[in-house]
């Protein structure tokens, strides 16, 4: 199937989860995630109006950025090693993988313009998963604030992988309750406004939540 056929079906999708949670469809941006596609597929969804791709390797991201042609809004949504931030960190519109201190200073040190970034935040606690602890995030929000090159506009996570509705809803509730009490504290550098949750599998939950960025791949580019 076509990424546009696939986009229109998604975008229905869009519509009725916004709808029922009482808000506008156009509140919330899709990120195509292209990291197991190939170079002319990812054009593909481009030519079909996405402007926002996720990729999550540094090799990936370097090698689709040279490659695909339009406007395009680039985020990585994988982990990030420091030792990395050099290649790429320039050449990113969003992150969405901030957690810990060592990456902060990091892209202070390389980073040339300001960089909007999500923390990413473990809300399920599951070992495999990277992020902060809830408990934590807050605190770790704080101490960005001397990291003028950092730009916290919200938080990402990733919920379980089960067909518990009520689990995966439950997740993203909390992280937008965190979000929340976050934004609320009005800091200047982390307005804290926007939520990364949602993917192929429980996206219109994560909608229903309150998301702005759902990131979704097989559903959406396949493969």
């Known amino acids: 199937m076509k990424v546009s056929e696939k986009l229109a079906l998604i975008s229905n999708d869009i519509k009725s989860a916004a709808e029922k949670a009482g808000r506008k ?64 960190i320039n050449e990113l519109d969003y992150l969405h993988s901030l ?16 960089i909007d970034c999500f923390i990413q935040v473990n809300v399920s606690g599951e070992e495999q998963k990277h992020g902060l602890s809830p408990q934590n995030a807050i605190e770790f929000v704080e101490a ?8 916290v506009i919200g938080l990402m996570t990733m919920a379980p992988l089960t067909d518990d509705k ?25 307005p804290c406004t926007e939520l990364s949750m949602g993917m192929s599998n429980d996206f219109t939950i994560a909608i229903e939540e309150g998301a702005t960025y759902i990131r979704i791949g097989s559903s959406l580019v396949g493969e």
């Not at 156009?26 to 597929?41: F, H």
């Not at 809004?73 to 994988?78: L, S």
């Not at 957690?99 to 300001?114: C, F, G, N, T, Y």
């Not at 009520?166 to 976050?182: G, H, N, P, T, Y």
């Open 25 to 88: 469809p156009d509140s919330v941006k899709i990120v195509a995630v292209t990291k197991y596609v190939s170079n002319e597929r990812t054009q593909e969804a481009v030519n079909a109006g996405l402007i926002h791709l996720g990729e999550n390797r540094p090799e990936g991201f370097t090698e689709k950025s040279e490659a695909i042609n339009g406007e395009v809004k680039w985020h990585y949504i994988g982990s990030l090693q420091s030792r990395k931030v050099k290649s790429v």
């Open 99 to 114: 957690d810990r201190l060592s990456l902060a200073k990091e892209i202070q040190k390389r980073a040339v313009e300001k």
């Open 144 to 151: 960005l604030a001397n990291y003028d090159k950092i730009n």
């Open 166 to 190: 009520e689990v995966i809803r439950s997740c993203f509730k909390q992280l937008a309750m965190l979000r929340d009490k976050i934004a609320a504290k009005n800091l200047q550098h982390a």
